[in-house]
């Protein structure tokens, strides 16, 4: 979607993807690259929402500056349910950069993945498979590993040609040699970091993992929104969330999600925030 403004006597039309990732978390792509597919598709404004850290962001905005495109300093924290522990995801944006809360609160998330993922990494292993670390620390930028990380050896090694392939849900779901997760903060306590930093905080795809029942608490604790346009969100999904944004008057967002040969084929600009609600986002960086 683009929105056209005045700047200057003259129109300007702005087009927003507000959901980003790149290789500094689980997105296979540097900034560098980002920023070249967000111009070839006419997106101004994009968010770098990293799992669980801010790393990079400073850069990350000045690099954009150069190139013409705002970057929206963001984050996606990984989070869960206490009572059932169902995984739900916050995003924040605006944030203070320094960020000492959300920063507080996900690195012991990051340094419990990493530990996670080195122990699949042995698991698989002992399995019998080929793995190279040092070419999964490269994957990774000698930062935290991620599953996609993992996948993208064992297809450099040849045991499948994708990430989210049967291999994937073989050894990662279920009852797969690597399905074991990690223990995440509290949806809640992601929430009031996200606040405490400046920030606004928004449920991600909760189409995706279906978190509605979490909202009307969530929403208690200072939730600003919901993020409405996502490549999984069903007519029943929007349905449910214009319901929500009616009963607590909330921000609604959008995004690609995009994790480049890491995620779908899901381009940056090809789902963006709903046009009545740029403002909320442009406003606060003008």
């Known amino acids: 979607?683009?929105?056209?403004?005045?700047?200057?006597?003259?129109?300007?039309?702005?087009?927003?993807?507000?959901?980003?990732h790149t290789d500094i978390s689980d997105g296979a792509c540097n900034i560098e690259e980002?920023?070249?597919?967000?111009?070839?598709?006419?997106?101004?404004?994009?968010a770098i929402?990293?799992?669980?850290?801010?790393?990079?962001?400073?850069?990350?905005?000045?690099?954009?500056k150069n190139q013409g495109i705002t970057i929206f300093p963001a984050i996606e924290i990984s989070a869960c349910n206490?009572?059932?522990?169902?995984?739900?995801?916050?995003?924040?944006?605006?944030?203070?950069?320094?960020?000492?809360?959300?920063?507080?609160?996900?690195?012991?998330?990051?340094?419990?993945?990493?530990?996670?993922s080195l122990w699949q990494i042995e698991q698989l292993t002992k399995a019998g498979y080929d793995l190279e670390l040092n070419n999964i620390f490269k994957h990774a930028k000698g930062g935290t590993i991620y599953k996609q990380h993992i996948m993208a050896e064992l297809i450099k090694k040849g045991y499948t040609d994708q990430i989210y392939s049967n291999l994937y849900q073989q050894l990662f779901k279920k009852n797969g040699i690597c399905a074991r997760d990690i223990e995440y903060v509290d949806a809640s306590d992601a929430v009031?970091?996200?606040?405490?930093?400046?920030?606004?905080?928004?449920?991600?795809?909760?189409?995706?993992?279906?978190s509605y029942d979490l909202i009307?608490?969530?929403?208690?604790?200072?939730?600003?929104?919901?993020?409405?346009?996502?490549?999984d969100h069903t007519p029943d999904d929007h349905k449910k969330i214009w319901e929500y944004q009616k009963k607590h008057n909330l921000i609604l967002t959008g995004g690609s999600d995009f994790h480049g040969r890491f995620g779908t084929n899901?381009?940056?600009?090809?789902?963006?925030?709903p046009e009545e609600y740029i403002s909320t986002f442009t406003s606060a960086r003008s």
């Open 216 to 231: 009307d608490e969530l929403v208690q604790v200072g939730l600003d929104g919901i993020e409405l346009n996502h490549e």
């Open 34 to 46: 980002i920023l070249s597919m967000a111009k070839a598709n006419n997106v101004t404004h994009l």
């Open 192 to 210: 009031r970091a996200i606040k405490a930093d400046g920030g606004i905080a928004v449920l991600a795809h909760p189409g995706q993992l279906d």
């Open 1 to 20: 979607m683009r929105q056209e403004i005045q700047h200057g006597g003259r129109q300007i039309q702005m087009k927003i993807d507000l959901h980003v």
């Open 266 to 273: 899901i381009q940056i600009g090809d789902i963006c925030c």
């Open 82 to 116: 206490p009572v059932n522990n169902k995984k739900i995801h916050i995003l924040g944006y605006n944030i203070n950069l320094k960020g000492k809360n959300v920063t507080t609160l996900c690195a012991p998330v990051l340094q419990k993945r990493h530990k996670n």
């Open 49 to 64: 929402a990293n799992h669980d850290t801010l790393a990079g962001l400073p850069e990350a905005i000045a690099t954009g």
